[in-house]
């Protein structure tokens, strides 16, 4: 039978056709299906379900040492914390610190060496295979007529040794660490010591008085932990001397505020009135061998003469100059900034000059001596990189460890032959200094190799700790040691280097062998002594579970003999009006330091902490200026200029220019800074060995 | 094939012309069909919003297009439930707006949630304490409504009408429009006022928090009002340019006088009772939570002078004119008040969303603000552009106007009254002519 | 269902701890806090935030727990500062992020207290975020992105959320799933409270956060939320938060109490956003 469709039909199939499939589970199960699918999309990752597991290292990011909990899933880790009773950090980590794991999956990554042409970026980086690298390093030494130089930012540790003996074997080698840092204050007071060659340290926990020349003690400075634990046992009275009201000040019993530029000022009237108030003990004033040339050499500077160019008054000063002569115990100790840089060499003397005049060195609560690492030789006070010729270093080999604290590249050049140099850079990111290397050679990432734990200079004993590999090391990475023993082997220098885990088996065993000092044990939180261990390689082994060893404190012994030598410049006229630039950072988040991604939460995603190419200044400043709030404006100093995001803020000194020298601005994850970009740029390294301020102007956009 | 689907009686442009005309509209569809892409495809961070401005121009948009299209449900429910016959001459021009505005606004609703897929939550774990929920519910049924309203505006198409189930269907279903145009009208009536209640039980934000009436916030009653006002104007305004670019009648004067007395009686009523809830407000409710409310005005560009348009400029002054018969009879008056009174609420649906987000709560947050991003324009543009095509194509091939063919045979009883604007033109007298002519011819 | 509220193994766990119902709170001392970050680093990493893309900003970045930099006033020698961690203050009563949730996907744990975020059931229309006066809920605007090494690194106990949804702080629900977890493999009804607590508290060097029960009258937490310098920001909008502050300080305290918003118009109090 033959039937026509007509239009009806089509009607009728497509109502009905419509009705079943809304009857039908299908378009429901598509409406799920697709709810399902946000759900679990590629977009988002899985996570992994694999045993969790504890274990317990070192961070090794900065030199101060702290002691870690990982908390890992299939042995990567995943959470990082403190350990609760580590005897100096007792439990606190910086944020740096708790996101230390991710930091060898960085995405900038470097795995690979490479090699550099033209200007300073990223830009014009080119592969290279290790070898070449190695081979061309070798070529330059060989025909070096400059100086080598190795920069180590943490001394103290076995391979600090290594490259100690390295740098003896080349013709004219120069062992250089960070020009800033906690043991700035120390280093001075040895050279008044007449150069001795001992370890010190501070011994804040039994100090009654701590007065700090616009050290970031609260923010990262020495061991954070131990700072935190410190102000808050309140056992001790905090002054803070700083231009602005800085986390420290706010934080500190009192904050004493000055005229950023003019601490050697109120450091020299200071010394004045100790001086001539007779507050200086007849004892101290015997050991002290220029003693007179001294006094006559302060004697201008009464705190009256000073209080105008300080903005602090005479009443302020002597009563700080009397609080410290009649602190049963007390530390003065000087700047250094992790971004802004020590001050100059000149200031530093006198700040540390008034530990020995209220004679608080060598005594419980003040400098203390430590003894010396088991089986090793002691040093003298690091060699300043004022000390070092300007233009002499050919051939630079710079460490993969980190400070904490910036190096403005300025500096770094001041000191490199202008033509035909060689900078190598162990590393394993791009960061500041690579930058501008010939030769970036991989380094192992955070977790990736064997590490030491470094030592730190603040402490008050002597330490050693390691940082076992958690994470798969990427292939081509290059341990220092390993760099420096090639070098040696095609150098055919006569030295039996050994490997990272011979250096520090090594250390493990001299300590066993001086039965000297206690292990602190992450996982138990007890302690051991060094002579329960039977054997090397027991010792060894807790150490690299997570532990600490700590020394015996030091025997003190009173000074005998000090030279102040202190020659000053002519200071009241440096002084000029204007405003000024003042770098600062915050330990370990300069451009010389690698970071997390996931640090942008405080750089980038919220306002806590501020990136590089942001300034703050006081309302007041910024009212006479014309500039509001994130406007753009123009910084510029004899160096060049720049354009800077405003930040109000009224902690900051009204003739200020606070700008931070932290990442790249919407890029915390970005690690590398094209040369020009950076502030320390505009920065002046003045020739005493500072970049703490530069006069400035700043112009609205 | 084009000519097959004109409805018989009336003048429309040709194809070519029409074609040329929806060009730059469909250029805009297009931009804003990508922008939309974007936003879905790669995430809502095309837009400019964060987390302090979670709502942005999209939202304040389809409150905006909500409150305007709400001619449809006010006019439905005049003409089927009050039997004011009257609006039969703008009934389908309402639906249609209606529709535009109520798909204009799901559509646009569907790109800024982060999660369209899920949208269809609401509807199995709905959250009933939720304002949203209420509207989502009312939203989705009410655009079902003006669907099935629509539908016989397309069927009337006289292609369309020459299948005799469509005749059948269309007869059917006007016959239940009244049951319709009442469910819309509840359905509409619930979330124009549930729009409102989003804000007005915001709690944590006192700029916008308001005393409850009821179970709902006063901002519900307020945005009802407020809706019933606006609407009529809207249609006002829509038909004027409508016979502006048509170049003819579409609806007679004593239309237009009748949906601004409307507009202006709602408006009265919406001014009275705003004023009484800023009073409250302002009194009461703001300092209870420990916010001065003059103090929400303080800040930069946002001062008192937007209460002043809201209440007075774009409300009491627009609703006496409207009120008034005399005032009325001048086009410019009647017009500009239509006028005033679509920017007033665009003002207080703008304060609503915008204002309400800028203001900070925490002592230390601060006064922010906001500009839309490219994406953000271009969808809310691609929603103007669909409106426009999809009345432009309805107009064309349907009779959207009832008395456009009667004003067009010149056959009304106001004849004597042409407008100055009609009598001046000499192309639409032309216009007029030449369909006298084919329908002559086609008879 | 294509939602999952909680899981399985939870819902078990609840059924057979028959908890008694607890109300966690914290108590943040101002006066110690000096705004280092640790706990904002620490509350991402555990909770499995991703860092920012490039064109994140502090306006549409995902920081569970913020810190904000309060000044005083604007002179250099008289203004003090205080630092102000910001996060979601577990509103107790009229809880306004929940009420105004269309699908349910903001939940009150009545055994904790605890404000919840479903991030599977959320729609990430964003009605929660207006509703919350404490700016503390947070968009996905971008796919969360990690490097392939990252990705393997995070915390098995939180899932990542997707993109487009709300999500924020909720005390560390992974920590509290793990406390049960390990309480009920041991047959404890009651988790040990030190087996419970958030990162950010973990991680504070300054120790300036106390978490604990309210309801536990011998709790640390309960007694210093009494105490006479003990306020909650915003409590005259009567939800009740269960994040209290602590500062001895009184301009800190009448700061939190600052009616209205004039204060900001001479910027005597200035804090974060800036306008990507």
């Known amino acids: 039978m033959k039937q026509s469709i007509t239009r009806r039909d089509i009607l009728k199939l497509t109502g009905s056709g419509i009705l079943g499939v809304m009857l039908s589970p299908l378009p429901w199960k598509l409406l799920d299906d697709s709810a399902i699918w946000t759900q679990n999309w590629e977009r988002t990752p899985k996570l992994s379900h694999g045993p969790v597991t504890t274990l317990f290292s070192n961070c090794t990011l900065c030199n101060a040492g702290c002691g870690l909990q990982l908390k890992c899933v299939e042995g990567r880790p995943y959470y990082v914390s403190g350990v609760r009773l580590h005897p100096f950090t007792h439990g606190s980590l910086c944020a740096r610190g708790i996101s230390s794991h991710h930091m060898a999956h960085h995405p900038l990554r470097i795995i690979h060496p490479h090699t550099f042409s033209g200007n300073a970026g990223s830009s014009r980086m080119t592969a290279v295979s290790y070898q070449d690298a190695v081979s061309a390093v070798v070529q330059k030494i060989r025909s070096a007529k400059g100086r080598i130089a190795i920069l180590d930012h943490q001394p103290g540790r076995a391979i600090s040794e290594v490259y100690r003996s390295f740098l003896q074997e080349t013709k004219n080698g120069i062992y250089l660490t960070s020009p800033s840092g906690e043991n700035r204050t120390l280093d001075a007071v040895k050279e008044m010591l007449n150069n001795c060659k001992a370890e010190l340290g501070y011994d804040f926990e039994n100090a009654k008085l701590v007065v700090s020349f616009g050290a970031p003690l609260y923010d990262g400075w020495g061991i954070p932990g131990r700072m935190t634990a410190l102000k808050n046992g309140q056992s001790c009275k905090f002054i803070q001397i700083d231009g602005d009201r800085s986390r420290t000040a706010m934080q500190s019993n009192q904050w004493i505020s000055i005229t950023p530029g003019t601490e050697k000022l109120l450091a020299l009237s200071v010394v004045f009135v100790l001086l001539n108030d007779n507050l200086v003990s007849q004892s101290v004033r015997r050991t002290i061998n220029d003693y007179s040339s001294f006094k006559t050499a302060v004697a201008q500077y009464s705190p009256e003469a000073t209080s105008t160019a300080t903005g602090i008054s005479a009443k302020v000063v002597r009563a700080l100059a009397r609080e410290l002569a009649s602190a049963e115990s007390a530390i003065i100790l000087s700047g250094a900034d992790p971004g802004g840089g020590p001050f100059d060499l000149e200031t530093e003397k006198i700040i540390a000059s008034l530990n020995l005049l209220i004679g608080n060195v060598g005594k419980s609560g003040g400098i203390v001596v430590k003894n010396n690492f088991p089986g090793q030789e002691l040093h003298t006070a690091q060699i300043q990189w004022t000390s070092v010729p300007d233009h002499s270093i050919e051939v630079l080999i710079v460490d993969s460890s980190d400070s904490g604290y910036a190096l403005p590249w300025n500096l770094i050049e001041q000191k490199l032959v202008e033509k035909n140099r060689c900078i190598v850079t162990l590393s394993p990111i791009l960061n500041e200094i690579s930058a501008h290397a010939d030769y970036l050679i991989p380094a192992p990432g955070n977790f990736e190799s064997l590490m030491e734990g470094p030592a730190p200079a603040s402490n008050t004993t002597a330490v050693f700790s390691l940082s076992a590999p958690v994470l798969t090391r990427q292939e081509n990475c290059v341990e220092p040691i390993e760099l420096i023993k090639e070098l040696s082997a095609k150098l055919s220098f006569a030295l039996v280097i050994p490997t990272q885990e011979g250096s520090l088996r090594q250390r493990a065993e001299t300590i066993h062998f001086a039965k000297r000092g206690s292990l602190f044990i992450y996982a138990d939180q007890q302690t051991k002594s060094v002579s329960d261990y039977s054997t090397p390689d027991d010792l060894y082994n807790e150490l690299l579970k997570g532990a600490l060893w700590m020394d015996e404190p030091g025997k003190q012994i009173p000074v005998r003999s000090m030279t102040l030598s202190i020659n000053l410049s002519p200071f009241f006229a440096e002084q000029q009006g204007g405003l000024k630039l003042i770098a600062y950072g915050w330990r370990g988040t300069t451009s010389s330091s690698q970071m997390s991604p996931i640090m942008s939460k405080l750089f980038q995603e919220s306002d806590l902490r501020s990136s590089n190419g942001s300034v703050s200044i006081h309302p007041e400043t910024a009212a006479t200026l014309g500039l509001k709030k994130h406007e753009y404006a123009t910084l510029s100093t004899k160096n060049g200029m720049m354009t800077v995001k405003i930040t109000i803020d009224p902690t900051v000194h009204p003739n200020v220019i606070k700008a931070s020298v932290g990442p790249l601005p919407n890029g915390a994850e970005t690690p590398l800074n094209p040369a020009g970009d950076n502030i320390l740029n505009l920065c002046e390294v003045k020739s005493t060995g500072t970049w703490r301020i530069t006069d400035a102007q700043l112009l609205k956009v | 094939m084009d000519k097959l689907f004109i409805p018989r009686g009336v003048q429309r442009t040709s194809l070519p012309k029409f074609l040329l005309w929806l060009l730059p509209w469909t250029g805009l569809f297009a931009v804003g069909i990508y922008a939309i892409y974007l936003c879905l495809a790669e995430g809502l961070f095309h837009t400019n919003m964060d987390n302090r401005f979670a709502f942005g121009i999209w939202i304040f948009m389809d409150l905006t297009v909500i409150a305007l299209g709400a001619g449809a449900f006010f006019t439905g429910f005049l003409l089927y439930i009050l039997r004011k016959k009257e609006l039969s001459a703008v009934i389908n021009s309402a639906v249609v707006i209606g529709l535009i505005c109520y798909s204009g606004a799901v559509l646009v609703l569907m790109v800024d949630v982060g999660q369209p897929l899920r949208a269809w939550f609401t509807f199995w774990h709905p959250n009933t304490h939720s304002m949203l929920t209420e509207v989502t519910f009312c939203l989705t049924c009410y655009l079902v409504v003006l669907l099935i309203e629509y539908i016989p505006i397309v069927l009337k198409n006289r292609k369309l009408r020459q299948i005799p189930k469509f005749l059948v269907f269309e007869f059917e279903l006007h016959k239940l429009m009244p049951v319709f145009a009442a469910v819309g009208a509840f359905l509409s009536f619930f979330h124009q006022g549930s729009l409102g209640g989003l804000f007005g039980v915001l709690r944590g934000r006192p700029f916008a928090f308001r005393e409850e009436l009821g179970i709902w916030p006063s901002t519900f009653f307020l945005f009802v009002f407020s809706a019933a006002a606006a609407g009529p104007s809207f249609i006002m305004l829509t038909t004027l340019l409508v016979e502006k670019l048509t170049r003819k009648r579409l609806v007679r004067s004593s239309i237009y006088q009748f949906l601004g007395k409307l507009s202006g009686s709602m408006l009265i009523g919406y001014v009275l009772l705003k004023s009484i809830d800023t009073l409250i407000w302002i009194n009461s409710t703001s300092p209870g939570n420990g916010f001065p409310a003059f103090e929400f005005y303080e800040t930069q560009s946002f001062g008192t002078w937007i209460l002043f348009s809201e209440i007075v400029l774009f409300g009491l002054f627009p609703a006496l004119i409207l009120l008034s018969s005399r005032l009325r009879m001048n086009r410019v008056l009647l017009f500009g008040s239509a006028f005033l009174v679509c920017c007033g609420i665009m003002l207080n649906r703008f304060v609503m969303t915008i204002q309400t987000l800028a203001l900070p709560t925490l002592p230390f947050d601060e006064f922010l603000t906001y500009a839309p991003s490219w994406e953000e324009v271009a969808a809310f543009l691609f929603v103007v552009a669909y409106g426009v095509i999809l009345y432009s194509l309805t107009y064309r091939y349907t009779t959207i106007f009832p008395q456009e063919r009667e004003l067009a045979l010149g056959r009304n009883e106001e004849h004597g009254e042409l407008s100055a604007a009609q009598s001046t033109d000499d192309g639409s007298r032309q216009n007029s002519f030449s369909a006298k002519t084919v329908n002559r011819t086609i008879s | ?276």
């Not at chain 3, 569970?64 to 203050?89: H, I, K, Y």
């Open chain 3, 1 to 276: 269902m294509a939602h999952h509220g909680r899981t399985t193994s939870e819902s078990i766990i609840m059924e057979t701890m028959n908890e008694k119902k607890h109300k966690y709170g914290m108590v943040i001392d101002l006066d110690k806090c000096n705004g280092c970050g640790a706990c904002t680093v620490a509350c991402a990493v555990e909770n499995n935030v991703p860092p920012a893309v490039e064109k994140m900003n502090s306006r549409n970045g995902i920081t569970w727990l913020r810190v904000s930099n309060v000044n005083q006033n604007e002179s250099f020698t008289e203004n003090d500062t205080v630092f102000v961690p910001m996060f979601c203050q577990q509103c107790e009563k009229e809880t306004p992020c929940l009420t105004v949730c269309p699908q349910n996907a903001v939940d009150i744990d009545p055994n904790t207290g605890i404000v919840g975020q479903i991030p599977q059931r959320c729609l990430g229309c964003r009605y929660c975020m207006t509703a919350c006066p404490y700016h503390a809920r947070y968009f996905n605007y971008w796919d969360p992105q990690w490097s392939d090494g990252m990705k393997q690194q995070l915390n098995p106990d939180v899932s990542p959320r997707m993109r487009g949804v709300v999500e924020k702080c909720n005390f560390c629900h992974g920590r509290l799933h793990a406390a049960k977890e390990k309480a009920a493999s041991m047959g404890n009804r009651e988790i040990d409270p030190k087996e419970y607590v958030p990162a950010c508290v973990e991680s504070c060097p300054n120790s300036a956060i106390t978490f604990g029960d309210l309801n536990d009258q011998t709790s640390v937490v309960a007694q210093l939320s009494k105490q006479g310098n003990a306020f909650r920001f915003l409590s005259r909008l009567g939800t009740e938060p269960k994040v209290y502050y602590h500062s001895t300080r009184e301009w800190v305290r009448a700061m939190a109490e600052q009616k209205g918003p004039h204060s900001l118009r001479d910027s005597q109090f200035s804090a974060e956003a800036i306008h990507g």
